[in-house]
Every structure is written in structure tokens, then in C-alpha cells.
């Protein structure tokens, strides 16, 4: 049976009424694990509290960091200090500089491009350097602001028409700030088929591509790991 | 002439108060018509029924190849008679009488 992954889970409020009503909706969709977006300078305490309300529902919690440079400077001091702690790190690119360094770098699995800003593009010029992969968050599609859905729409399936060509790996994901923007995987890949998207392709979108992402960072962070194909064994 | 194959999907919605079995529908029916327009509404045709307002759970049947796109429109749902929801699907099935009796086992379990 497939398993199914939301990797951007980034909550406002993290109390735990909001928390345990999150877990439960999480259960009830059918989805196994979840990326939760913490704060970097969250403490341990804090972090290992959210991770317990969630994991009592049987939820596999992973840890998230959303990274906002502004230049390349500050996302490789940015990288150097949370690649360490977080399971998944995930780089909004504000500017072609930040795209460039971001998506060749291999400490960053996520890039998202602003759908509101015009200027920042997927560019096919990058494309054969991705190492990391590209998300679309269904909650730009939800609430899409001041813009018009079907310009949302138009700018998002261009992008994917673009990455599939570049067979960049995607990943689909909520991107809910409150729990009542999380949808069920299987919807999220229905949006994937609307963005042009095989149905195949969206619910690897949702399953694998997320769920192999996670496990390899695992992977890396565990302390038997040394660099790809060696580890320690004891 | 034959009969067009449909396929049944379980509705849960998720919100803090009570909503009618109507605002449902139009919910449904709008986020269709906005996604796909009339002629995807007129291809999936969606209806709800069966709808229980204590469970928030209802059955929407659509025609057999536009499961997809019905899913799709569910997710854009956002609101419903101005109150925010959450909808999503918790089952699919060729028969509605299947949704029933999981859709009771699970009202029982809850």
C-alpha cells in the first residue's frame, strides 16, 4: 500500500489544541508522514513537545526549516547552521543569485519559486544543475491573494511544463498555516493532474519523491553515516 | 441506452459549526464550475446525497472518468456558507451502498 507524505506544515499557532486537532485531521486524510515547520531558533524542549503530540497519533514527524535569504552569502551561512538539525531544508528564492546557488548545492532538498513575483522564474538555463527538488504548495492555489486563480493556475502549470522537461523531481504539498488548509494527499495529486501532471507523476508528487527526501536525510544525519556509500558499522 | 458508469466518493468536511446539506452541494458545484466550467460541470456532473450534518460526511457521485477532476475541485474548497472548512475524500467506490456501510463503521468508531 502506498504511503503518502505532506512535507510543509508550517502552523502558526503550535499550542496544543491546534496540534492534536492537526494530528487527527493528518490521521483521518491518510497521511503517514509530515514535514512540520519549525522556527530556527525554536528550543529543544519545544521542539521535542510539538514532536510528541504529533507522534502519540501515529504520525512520523519530520523536522523542517524554511530558509528566506536574501543573497548567496547568507544562504551558505544559513545552510552551514541548520543542515545539522533539520530534517528537510526547504530555500524560498527571492532572486535568480539565490536560485543559482540553491539549486546546485546539495544540502538543500526544496527550492520554491514566489508565485506572486514575476521577476523569478524557473529558468531553463538551471535546470540540468537541480539537484534539489521543486515544490508547489496547494495553499497558493487555495488562498491565492490578490491574484486571480487562473493566473495562479496559468504561472504554476507553466512551471511544471518547464520542470518536466528538465525531469526535475516534484514535490506537492499543502503548505497549510492553520489545519484547516491541510487536504488529502489524493486531492493534492488531483491538483497535480490540473497543474499537467501524469497521475502517476502526482502521486509520486505525494508519496515517493517527499517520503525518499526524508528518508535520506535520515540517513545522513544518523550518526553511522560518513558520505554516500560509506558508513560506520559497529 | 446504457447506463453512464459512476463512481460514489465519501465527503468529509471539516469546520468548526454545522453546515446544510445544501451549502455543500453549492460548494461543490461552484468549485466545479470555477476549475472547469460548464461544460467540466456538465461532464462530471456532481450530486450529494446521503449527507449526514452530526458526521459532516456525505456521498458525491460523479461520472466514472472525472474522479480527478472532482477531487481537484474538493480540494479548492475553502469556505462554505461563509465559514472556513476543510473537505477531502476518505473513500472512493463503484457503489454507494459500500460508502454506507463504511461511512456508518466509521461514525461508529468516532
Known sequence: MRKFADIHLKLFEMNDAVLTRTAKLIRDMGIDIVGIVVPQTLKQFEMSRIRTVLTKTGINVATRVDLNPKNRSQLLSDLRSVRKRFEIVAVECRSHEVAAVACRDRRVDIISLPINNRRITYRMSLGGRYRASLEINVAELISTGNLPRHVVLSRLRDVVSKVKSNHIPIVLSSGADNPLLLRAPREIAAIGTVLGMQSAEALDAVSTTPIAIVELNRKKLSHEYVTTGVKIER | ?110
Open chain 2, 1 to 110: 441506452m446504457p447506463r453512464k458508469p459512476s463512481r460514489y466518493l465519501l465527503l468529509k468536511v471539516e469546520t468548526d459549526d454545522a453546515i446544510p446539506e445544501e451549502a455543500i452541494h453549492l460548494s461543490v458545484t461552484e468549485s466545479v464550475l470555477t476549475l472547469f466550467g460548464e461544460t467540466g460541470l456538465a461532464e462530471i456532473s456532481p450530486r450529494l446525497f446521503d449527507y449526514d450534518e452530526k458526521t459532516l460526511t456525505g456521498i458525491v457521485k460523479c461520472t466514472r472518468g472525472s474522479v480527478d477532476k472532482l477531487r481537484a475541485a474538493i480540494a479548492l474548497i475553502s469556505t462554505c456558507a461563509g465559514k472556513p472548512v476543510s473537505a477531502y475524500v476518505q473513500a472512493a467506490s463503484g457503489t454507494s451502498k459500500a460508502l454506507q456501510t463504511r461511512g456508518q463503521s466509521r461514525s461508529r468508531d468516532t
